[in-house]
């Protein structure tokens, strides 16, 4: 397995993945447009010019799928039984067309699983960062890991 098991989970460890993602416009609009969001700030780019940012920006949960995707061959592939739950999902900054996303995930919890022994609670804080180093989410998830057979 490429994922790490409850036991091999330490709180503080911390894994910079790569490769990182550029997510481009296709991305951006195909994944609204599945999503049913019709958000201009999104699909509509004259709309975009004339808001904020001065042109469109990409759907944050695009932002938040990319990050947590790029963080699973390292921590979840194959020892995850499933999410449990996201709480505290931040995005400091905006997140435009062309942009690099790059991901780390720090393990900050974990425990035992009160009803099902052989699995174990694991808290992941994922960040993702441009290309030129800032942060542009940051989430916490609970993982139901597995741990390792006899």
């Not at 036991?7 to 991305?27: K, M, N, W, Y």
């Amino acid at each position: 397995m490429a994922g790490k098991f409850f036991e091999e989970l330490e709180v503080g460890q911390t894994f910079r993945h790569q490769p990182g993602r550029t997510v481009t416009e296709a991305d951006n609009v195909f994944f609204t447009c599945l999503t049913m969001n019709p958000q201009p700030l999104h699909l509509d780019f004259h709309a975009a010019s004339k808001a904020e940012f001065g042109k469109p920006l990409v759907n944050s949960l695009l932002t938040l799928g990319i990050t947590v995707g790029l963080s699973v061959g390292e921590t979840t592939l194959g020892t995850t039984v499933g999410n449990l739950g996201f709480d505290k999902i931040e995005f400091p900054r905006p997140v435009f067309h062309g942009d690099t996303l790059y991901a780390e995930t720090e393990v900050v919890d974990k425990r035992e699983s009160r009803s099902r022994p052989q699995w174990g609670i694991v808290t992941f804080e994922h960040r993702a960062k441009n290309q030129h180093g800032d942060v542009v989410m940051v989430a916490r998830r609970n993982a139901m890991m597995r741990k390792r057979g006899p």
